[in-house]
C-alpha cells in the first residue's frame, strides 16, 4: 500500500478558522460607524502596518497597538476613534468557521498531523483564541508572538512543520492571504485558498480522501 501524499495540514486562525475578515472589518466599520474602508486605508499605511508587524512578532502590547490604531484611523476619517478595548471591538465579529473546525478534527482522528499557524494580536487584554481549544483540537499550535516569527518568513512555516514532525512536501496549508501561500509554496508546502469555509473544507477532504460528514 503507498504511503499517503499528505501527512499534515496547517491552518491559519483569522479568516480560516474564524469569520472572513472582510466581513469581520466591515461589521466593525458599520458597527462603530466609522466611514467604510477606514480601516483598510489605515492598514495600507506604512504607520499600520508597522503596527501590526510589531504586534505579531510581539515587539509590542496589545495596548499599543489599540492607541496607534486608533490615532491612525482618527486621523483620516476624521474623527475621533476610541483606543479603549480596539482590538476586541474590532475582532467582535470573528466568529468560529465550524466547517473548518469540524474538518480540522476529521483530518486528526483519521490520522493527519494538524496545526494553527497564526500571525498573533496579541492575548491581553483581549485574547482572540480564548474561545477556541486550539491545543485540545491541533497537535501543533504556533503563535507569531510567541516565537517571534511572522509569515510570509519561511523559517516560521520551517518551524511549524519541525514541530509537526512532517516535511514541508507533505503538509496542506489553508490560509485567506495570496501572501502567505506563496510563501508557504517556495518552502515546499501545497496550498489551500481559504475563502468560503465550506468550498475550503471541501477542499481539504478531497486533498486527504476524507468522506463528506
Not at 67 to 95: N, Q, T, V
Not at 111 to 121: E, I, K, P, Q
Request: with cysteine; charged share 25%; hydrophobic share 45%.
Amino acid at each position: 500500500m503507498s504511503e499517503p501524499r499528505f501527512r499534515g495540514l496547517v491552518f491559519d486562525f483569522f479568516g480560516v478558522l474564524t469569520s472572513s475578515m472582510v466581513e469581520v472589518i466591515e461589521s466593525f466599520e458599520r458597527r462603530e460607524k466609522i466611514p467604510a474602508g477606514t480601516f483598510y486605508r489605515a492598514w495600507a499605511n506604512p504607520t499600520g502596518q508597522e503596527l501590526f508587524r510589531s504586534i505579531e512578532l510581539g515587539r509590542i502590547e496589545q495596548v499599543h497597538w489599540n492607541d496607534g490604531y486608533a490615532a491612525l484611523m482618527s486621523d483620516i476619517c476624521g474623527h475621533r476613534i476610541d483606543p479603549d478595548g480596539l482590538m476586541e471591538r474590532y475582532l467582535a465579529d470573528a466568529f468560529p468557521a465550524w466547517e473548518m473546525i469540524k474538518v480540522a478534527k476529521q483530518a486528526r482522528v483519521s490520522g493527519v498531523r494538524t496545526a494553527v499557524l497564526s500571525n498573533s494580536l496579541g492575548r491581553a487584554p483581549y485574547d482572540p483564541y480564548a474561545a477556541w481549544d486550539l491545543s485540545g483540537t491541533f497537535d501543533v499550535v504556533v503563535l507569531s508572538g510567541d516565537v517571534g516569527l511572522r509569515k510570509p518568513d519561511p523559517a516560521v512555516f520551517h518551524l511549524t512543520c519541525d514541530r509537526l514532525g512532517v516535511s514541508a512536501e507533505q503538509c496542506v496549508f489553508a490560509d485567506d492571504s495570496e501572501e502567505n501561500l506563496k510563501a508557504a509554496v517556495a518552502v515546499g508546502m501545497t496550498p489551500l485558498f481559504a475563502l468560503d469555509e465550506r468550498v475550503a473544507a471541501s477542499r481539504v477532504r478531497l486533498a486527504f480522501g476524507l468522506p463528506d460528514l
